[in-house]
């Protein structure tokens, strides 16, 4: 009993060891996923490049297999985009851009290649601070 107590407790310690390879990786995509689904509805803050590029990666497939079961026209036009909105948001908050700008970018295809590109401003914004990188190491 004693031992386990004790190995729960390494697990959630400061101390414990840092991920390395694809384990790192595979904790950053976590963390990303984690991130973005608890700021689904909110356009507050800021998106950084590598989470918002695979965050909208992996609901493109989630929702490219919907649209096999499912109607894909409906899927990929209407709930696909409606699952990504808050995210494009918030890049565009990364850059400093109003929220309103959406309207302006959002019909340039060009943007959607852009976005995952471009880095957004450097430290502190009127948006928030600038996004973490979550597959540094702490």
Same mark, same amino acid.
């Given at each position: 009993?004693?031992?386990?107590?004790?190995?729960?407790?390494?697990?959630?310690?400061?101390?414990? @060891?840092?991920?390395?390879?694809?384990?790192?990786?595979?904790?950053?995509? !976590?963390?990303?996923?984690?991130?973005?689904?608890s700021k689904m509805f909110s356009t507050?803050?800021?998106?950084?490049?590598?989470?918002?590029?695979?965050?909208?990666?992996?609901?493109?497939?989630?929702?490219?297999?919907?649209?096999?079961?499912?109607?894909?026209?409906?899927?990929?036009?209407?709930?696909?985009?409606?699952?990504?909105?808050?995210?494009?948001?918030?890049?565009?908050?990364?850059?400093?851009?109003?929220?309103?700008?959406?309207?302006?970018?959002?019909?340039? @295809?060009?943007?959607?290649?852009?976005?995952?590109?471009? @880095?957004?401003? !450097?430290?502190?914004? !009127?948006?928030? @601070?600038?996004p973490k990188n979550y597959f540094a190491?702490?």
């Amino acid at each position: 009993q004693n031992k386990i107590n004790d190995s729960r407790a390494f697990v959630n310690s400061e101390t414990a @060891p840092e991920p390395r390879g694809i384990k790192k990786i595979a904790c950053g995509i !976590k963390r990303i996923i984690f991130h973005n689904l608890s700021k689904m509805f909110s356009t507050d803050g800021r998106e950084g490049r590598m989470s918002f590029l695979i965050y909208n990666i992996l609901a493109l497939i989630f929702f490219l297999a919907i649209g096999v079961i499912w109607d894909p026209e409906i899927v990929i036009l209407i709930i696909y985009p409606t699952f990504i909105v808050t995210s494009f948001i918030r890049r565009l908050h990364d850059f400093g851009l109003p929220t309103w700008s959406i309207l302006i970018t959002l019909p340039i @295809p060009i943007v959607y290649l852009a976005f995952p590109i471009i @880095p957004g401003k !450097k430290g502190e914004n !009127k948006y928030g @601070p600038e996004p973490k990188n979550y597959f540094a190491t702490k």
